[in-house]
């Protein structure tokens, strides 16, 4: 990978903060958008926009066949067996709330077990306590290890033939550990559970093969992955989908609608009620035409490279506690500084031009556990290089110095 004509096609990193390069290391939270995703989502405004399914004019013709062309690329980036596996959403966080408040809610009851693990971000958890409290169910945490962790014999433990749903993120987005997703979904399935798989922090760093993986139900945002904000995607079996219920209710999902009763389209439809994220479609694809264009098993080396990298750098300087395993982790850290906040570190480190993230990143539970109130997060991605981490590195010294009487 040639980072730096990579890093050339991102226009928005060619700028100064504060007097600095921007370093952007906030990548987990939302990726950068290359020249060819924007050119995608300008052109098709400029040319092509018009409402999609409806129309049998030229505009409506061309927005249509953007439109499910994308649908078609995702269902080929995951490897699904049918593009009607895909259903367009606002993003991860509206997918896992579609699989909890349709399939969930309408088969689990009094008895039955949710399983989920402390790492969840808060869309991957919220959702499940809602669905435990609407039908009774149980809801059941896989206990991490001391380094963060899943060992498969406590997901053994953790699921039983009561189980009826197991919903685990496939990357942490704190500690930045790779779950053992086929493994657990082999479990889940042995069980007699369904497999839901928060894609959010994996999609864009890894190879995903939803077959392979025989998940039943990924849920990933595009914005994580050179794409727009507001489009995502869930993928579900189709014998899933097609026993689902939609929870969303108007225009463009529906098949006939009389004055007491209305039938729903076919699956992906019948959840995409009203005037679709059209634009948003046409920028997913481009973005995966892009990350192609790379390769995904090119990207997950390089991000593993700087994640080691910056591992090591932080964990030799005095002062840092860094979290998570130190293996087998994609593309970031988090850590903290002493006993100074990180909104302070981030807040040093922004006027050195260098980007992170701080705060509980939507995983109170998970801070809990590290017995943290919050961290710093720096997340890598193909953009990103070892002199990144080194202006990191030294922008984290000028903090210490900063506030050297906080460091123990």
């Known amino acids: 990978m040639n980072i730096q004509a990579i890093k050339e096609q991102f226009p928005i990193l060619q700028q100064e903060v504060n007097g600095h390069p921007l370093v952007y290391l906030d990548s987990a939270a939302s990726s950068q958008k290359p ?4 050119d995608a989502i300008s052109r098709y405004y400029e040319t092509d926009h018009s409402n999609v399914h409806r129309g049998v004019h030229t505009l409506g013709s061309r927005a249509t066949e953007a439109y499910e062309g994308a649908r078609e690329k995702v269902a080929s980036f995951l490897n699904a067996a049918h593009p009607e596996e895909i259903v367009f959403t606002r993003g991860t966080t509206t997918a896992l709330n579609l699989v909890a408040s349709s399939y969930a809610r309408s088969v689990c009851k009094e008895g039955d077990e949710i399983v989920i693990t402390p790492m969840e971000h808060h869309s991957n958890l919220i959702p499940w306590q809602q669905a435990a409290k609407a039908t009774g169910a149980t809801l059941k945490y896989i206990p991490l290890q ?11 433990k ?6 009826k749903v197991v919903s685990v993120t ?38 995903i093969d939803v077959q392979d993986l025989d998940c039943d139900f990924y849920a990933f945002s595009g914005h994580k992955m050179c794409g727009p904000t507001g489009i995502g995607a869930l993928y579900g079996k189709k014998s899933l989908l097609e026993k689902m219920e939609p929870i969303e209710y108007g225009g463009e999902m529906i098949d006939f609608v009389d004055l007491y009763e209305s039938t ?14 059209i634009a948003g479609a046409v920028g997913l694809g481009a973005a995966i035409d892009f990350l192609q264009q790379i390769g995904l098993d090119e990207i997950d080396k390089h991000e593993r490279r700087l994640a080691a990298y910056a591992y090591d750098k932080l964990t030799a300087m005095d002062g840092i506690t860094v979290y998570g395993p130190s293996s087998n982790r994609v593309g ?10 990180p909104h302070d570190v981030a807040t040093v480190l922004d006027s050195e031009g260098v980007a992170v993230r701080a705060g509980h990143h939507c995983c109170q539970p998970l801070m809990r556990w590290l017995n943290v109130s919050a961290t710093a997060r720096a997340s890598f991605y ?3 290089t070892e002199e990144d981490i080194d202006r990191l590195a030294d922008a984290l010294l000028k903090t210490k110095e900063f506030f050297g009487h906080a460091i123990g």
């Open 146 to 156: 001391p380094d963060g962790s899943l060992s498969l014999a406590d997901v053994e």
């Open 35 to 38: 020249r060819s995703v924007i």
């Open 382 to 384: 193909l953009y990103n």
């Open 170 to 207: 496939y990357v942490s987005n704190v500690l930045g550990v790779v779950n053992p997703i086929k493994e657990i979904t082999a479990i889940a399935h042995r069980n007699g559970a369904v497999m839901v798989v928060d894609g959010a922090q994996s999609t864009a760093h890894l190879k």
């Open 158 to 163: 953790t699921i039983t033939p009561n189980t």
């Open 264 to 277: 729903w389209k076919d699956v992906p439809y019948r959840f995409e009620g009203g005037t679709p994220i």
């Open 332 to 341: 970031l850290v988090t850590f903290n500084l002493g006993d100074i906040h």
